[in-house]
C-alpha cells in the first residue's frame, strides 16, 4: 500500500455483505457532513456497493465543501453533491427529502476557548436536523468519548455502560445522541447511534501519530497507554450497513477494532519495522478511552483488516513518504479538552 490510488480503491472495496445490504436498504442515501475524513470514502464505498448490488440509488453528499476540489471528485465518481451550510436553517430546509441519512457532521478540535460553537453545532443542530428528517431512517456518527475512562481490567465500555463524558466535547456529543433519540421517539423516526473509536487510513489517525513518533524518535507518552482502533473502510461498512438495524427504541453500537491495544507494543511493533527503538514518557494509566464492540461485531462481523495489517500498511506509507492530512486526534488527551 504506497499510493494514494491504492488506498482509496482498498477504502472503496465493498464487502459481499454490504452489496447484500444494499439490496435491500430502500430508497436514495444522504450523507450530511461528507466533506470530512471520513465522508468521501464513504460516499465511494456506498457507490461501488451500489453498482455492484445492480440497484438504482442515490448517494447525496451534503457539505460546505470547504476542501477545494472534492465536489468534482465525488461528482467524478457518481455522489450527487449539495453545497449546504447546515447551520443555516434556510440552506437545511431547501435539502430534499431521502429515506436514509447518515449524519457525520460535527465538531471537536478547538472546542476550547469556543464551546459555544461546539454546543451548537454537536448539539443544537443535530434537533434541526432530526425534524427536518423525521420521516427518514437516520444512522448518527457518535463518539466513544460519551463514555468514562475505564479500567484495563474491564474489557472496554458497552452500550449499556452509563456515559459518564469527560469535558465538554464529549459532553456535547452525548448532548447530540439525546436530542436525536428525543426526536426518534416523538416522531418514531428508526436510528443508530454510532460510537466511533478511532477510525484510521494512512493518511491520519492514532497509528500514524505513533509511527511517526517512533521513526522521528519523538517521545511517545504512556498516559493514555492503550487505544481502539479500526480501519476507515470497515468503519464505514458499518456506518451504511447500520441503515438496516435503525430502530424506535434508538440502536445504540459501538464501533471499533476488536483489540485493547498497548500503545507500548504498538511503537514497539513499529519500532521493529524502522529499525529503531522507540522512546517512551512516563507510565500506562490503569484506565483509558476504551470501547467494546462485541455487538456490533456479532451484528456486522469482525473487521476485515487486522491491526497487523494496518501496521504493515503504515510502515509501507510512511517509507513511500505518503500524504497524511495534519490533523490529530489527540489520543493522548486525558482532560477532555480538545
Ligand atoms: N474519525 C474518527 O476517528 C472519529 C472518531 C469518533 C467520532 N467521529 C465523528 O464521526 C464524524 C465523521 O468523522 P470525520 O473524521 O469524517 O469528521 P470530520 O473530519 O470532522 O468531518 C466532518 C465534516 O462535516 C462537515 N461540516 C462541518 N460543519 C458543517 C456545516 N455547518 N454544514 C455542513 N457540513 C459541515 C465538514 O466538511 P465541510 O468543511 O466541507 O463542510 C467536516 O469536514 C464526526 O462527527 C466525528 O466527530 C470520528
Redesign the pocket.
Known amino acids: 500500500m504506497r499510493t494514494l490510488e491504492e488506498l482509496e480503491a482498498k477504502l472503496a472495496e465493498p464487502s459481499k455483505a454490504l452489496v447484500e445490504d444494499m439490496k435491500s436498504i430502500d430508497g436514495d442515501i444522504m450523507l450530511?457532513?461528507?466533506?470530512?475524513?471520513?465522508?468521501p470514502s464513504l460516499a465511494k464505498l456506498a457507490m461501488n456497493a451500489i453498482k455492484e448490488a445492480g440497484v438504482s440509488k442515490r448517494v447525496i453528499g451534503?457539505?460546505?465543501?470547504?476542501?477545494a476540489g472534492?465536489r468534482e471528485q465525488l461528482e467524478a465518481e457518481g455522489v450527487e453533491t449539495i453545497a449546504?451550510?447546515?447551520?443555516d436553517d434556510e440552506q437545511l430546509q431547501k435539502l430534499p427529502e431521502v429515506e436514509n441519512v447518515i449524519y457525520?457532521?460535527?465538531?471537536?478540535f478547538g472546542t476550547y476557548g469556543k464551546e459555544y460553537f461546539t454546543w451548537a453545532?454537536n448539539s443544537y443542530?443535530p434537533g434541526r436536523v432530526a425534524e427536518k428528517y423525521k420521516n427518514a431512517r437516520i444512522v448518527a456518527?457518535?463518539?466513544?468519548?460519551v463514555y468514562p475512562f475505564m479500567p484495563l481490567a474491564y474489557g472496554g465500555a458497552v452500550e449499556t455502560t452509563p456515559p459518564a463524558p469527560i469535558g465538554e466535547y464529549g459532553s456535547s456529543?452525548l448532548g447530540r445522541e439525546r436530542v436525536f433519540e428525543y426526536f426518534s421517539r416523538k416522531y418514531d423516526t428508526p436510528l443508530a447511534i454510532y460510537r466511533?473509536?478511532?477510525?484510521?487510513d494512512l493518511r491520519?489517525?492514532v497509528l500514524l501519530e505513533i509511527a511517526k513518533s517512533v521513526r522521528a524518535q519523538k517521545p511517545i507518552s504512556l498516559a493514555m497507554g492503550h487505544v481502539n482502533c479500526i480501519w476507515?473502510g470497515d468503519?464505514n461498512e458499518i456506518a451504511i450497513r447500520a441503515l438496516k438495524v435503525c430502530s424506535n427504541p434508538v440502536n445504540v453500537l459501538n464501533v471499533t477494532g476488536p483489540e485493547t491495544i498497548s500503545v507500548r507494543w504498538l511503537a514497539q511493533e513499529f519500532g521493529r519495522r524502522f529499525g529503531v527503538e522507540p522512546v517512551f514518557e512516563g507510565e500506562e494509566s490503569p484506565n483509558a478511552l476504551l470501547n467494546n464492540a462485541s455487538k456490533a461485531n456479532q451484528l456486522f462481523g469482525y473487521p476485515k483488516v487486522s491491526l497487523l495489517q494496518m501496521i504493515d500498511w503504515m510502515t509501507e506509507w510512511l517509507e513511500a513518504d505518503g500524504a497524511t492530512i495534519n490533523?490529530p486526534?489527540h489520543f493522548q488527551e486525558r482532560a477532555g479538552k480538545y
Do not use: H, P, W
Open positions: 450530511l457532513g461528507v466533506g470530512g475524513k471520513m465522508g451534503v457539505s460546505r465543501f470547504s476542501e472534492l449546504c451550510d447546515l447551520l457525520m457532521a460535527g465538531t471537536k453545532m443542530l456518527f457518535s463518539t466513544g468519548n456529543c466511533l473509536n478511532y477510525a484510521i491520519y489517525g476507515q468503519a490533523k486526534t
